[in-house]
């Protein structure tokens, strides 16, 4: 093993202080008064590897347990039941696909000060069991022994045979991209 290897560095991310919600969007006929939901994830883990001298050597992985999904906003428990429903039962069908996996296969920093990278991060994603590759940016923000980490990147169901949610009728329908948006704070482990 080359002197590099010896100083990579694992990190997992403390899901308790760190935020992950995905951001829905109204379509159709009422979008204009229609409510664009705001989803957490609740149940998701993620690890990181890297040099933190240079950031070689950097590896991401991510699993969310799509269960755990949980809308934001305030509304009424039977439209918040039946919105979890059609989620889960009828658009991510999760007793079939259970998780959403993302694997990087390589990440770019670009170094901005002494503790803030820029980040660009491709990899394999996999979801409703489709595989393919995506790439999004990040910042990181590195500490002692922790780092932070914020990031949005778009996620277009299509590409993964994900049905779009349509309600009363179709008059209102979801839009076919989701903005998913992160921020990650990883300790040394």
């Not at 705001?38 to 993620?46: G, N, P, Q, S, V």
């Not at 910042?139 to 299509?158: C, K, N, T, W």
């Amino acid at each position: 093993m080359d002197q590099a290897s010896n100083n990579v560095v694992h990190y997992q991310v403390d899901t308790r202080a760190s935020q992950f919600t995905v951001q829905a969007f109204a379509g159709g006929l009422l979008s204009g008064v229609a409510h664009s939901p705001r989803i957490a994830i609740r149940e998701w883990t993620a690890d990181a590897r890297f040099s933190p001298e240079s950031l070689r050597e950097a590896s991401l992985k991510v699993r969310i347990k799509l269960a755990s999904l949980a809308v934001l906003d305030e509304m009424r428990d039977t439209d918040r039941q039946e919105i979890h429903r059609v989620m889960f039962d009828e658009v991510l069908e999760i007793q079939r696909y259970p998780d959403l996996v993302f694997e990087s296969s390589e990440i770019v920093a670009e170094k901005q000060n002494e503790t803030l990278y820029r980040l660009k991060i491709s990899g394999k994603l996999s979801l409703h069991g489709v595989t393919s590759t995506h790439a999004f940016n990040a910042q990181a923000a590195m500490g002692v022994d922790s780092l932070r980490a914020y990031g949005e990147f778009l996620l277009i169901q299509p590409e993964y045979n994900i049905m779009v949610a349509s309600i009363a009728g179709g008059t209102l329908r979801l839009r076919d991209e989701l903005k998913c948006s992160f921020y990650a704070l990883a300790r040394k482990s």
